[in-house]
């Protein structure tokens, strides 16, 4: 399989795998939950040689000298960590954890004026530590995209921890201008929006921007939907920090985004510069919670894909295709 492939990467563990987790979650506790962690990294390290090479290439990138293994088990262990304490955060059992939020009172006040809010996540740490906010103040309202597809096991197993998350979800797997209309009512509706807004999809329209020192292609699709809707964007970093922490951090990003077709590439160039720049300024703080296990450097090619339709309306530019 194409290793720079992250849409068809096949599910770790298989259903029956993910299913035995969390039932020995729900069932078992998260302290026993959390002692499996070692033989499923142990495994993944073994068996998963696609993960483990992008593991090992990132770390590189990041340190500028050869990850050992250690390093690499660290960052599987710490992913295969934040989709156990999925279960928890789902399910409700926030008093597990220390989640220290930043950030919020921008993003609340919009939403306390009635306003609509994109919150651009990525695949940094736990973006399901957002969900706490909302728990919180139940009077918020929550959209999540994601594709219902991807990840179809975990998908299922979160929907019966919480039978209303189906009605938050926004399915990433629909036409673009389906996607648009859905997430223009939420926003209407005075709602959150929660997306991933660092992967590209193979043959959609992406724009390069360096992270960690070369440069890889982040999805237009995101910010050609904010400039057609006009809504204020956050970006939300959900970081682990071991044991039960996790910092929740919201920064303001832009008022409105205003892209206009002459100027388009331009101006998409210069946003998705400078989130790359946020982007990396987390991932430094928080190395290991980098999750996006496969080639992502070299997952578009951003010399043929920068270029986007000039004469293509925003609303039909093909839909971001998220992992949640």
Known sequence: MNETDWKHRPEGGGRAAIRLIGGIARHGGRGIARACLYPITLYFYCVRGAERRASRDYLQRLRGHRAGAWQVARHIHTFAATILDRVFLLAGRTALFDIRSSGTEPLLQLLDEGRGVLVFGSHLGSFDALRVLARMRPDLKLRVLMDRAHNAAITE?????DPK????????????????????????????????????????????????????????????????????????????????????????????????????????????????????????????????????????????????????????????????
Request: hydrophobic letters at 45%; glycine letters at 6%.
């Open 165 to 324: 998350l189906a009605d938050c979800i926004i399915d990433a797997g629909q036409d673009g201008t389906a996607i648009v209309l859905a997430i223009q009512q939420a926003l209407q509706d005075g709602a959150m929006v929660a997306l991933l807004v660092d992967r590209a999809r193979p043959g959609e329209p992406s724009i390069a921007a360096p992270l960690l020192g070369s440069d890889a292609a982040f999805p237009a699709a995101p910010w050609l939907i904010a400039s057609a809707l006009k809504a204020p964007v956050m970006l939300a970093f959900g970081l682990y920090r071991g044991g039960n922490r996790y910092d929740l951090r919201f920064e303001s990003f832009a008022e409105v985004v205003d892209v206009p077709r002459p100027r388009r590439n331009e101006l998409l160039s210069a946003l998705i510069h400078r989130y790359a720049g946020r982007l990396e300024h987390h991932l430094r703080q928080a190395p290991y919670n980098w999750f996006n296990f496969y080639d992502f450097w070299h997952s578009n090619d951003p010399a043929t894909s920068a270029r986007l339709p000039a004469d293509r309306p925003a609303a039909q530019q093909p839909g971001p295709g998220q992992r949640h």
């Open 157 to 161: 197993l979160l929907a019966e921890l």
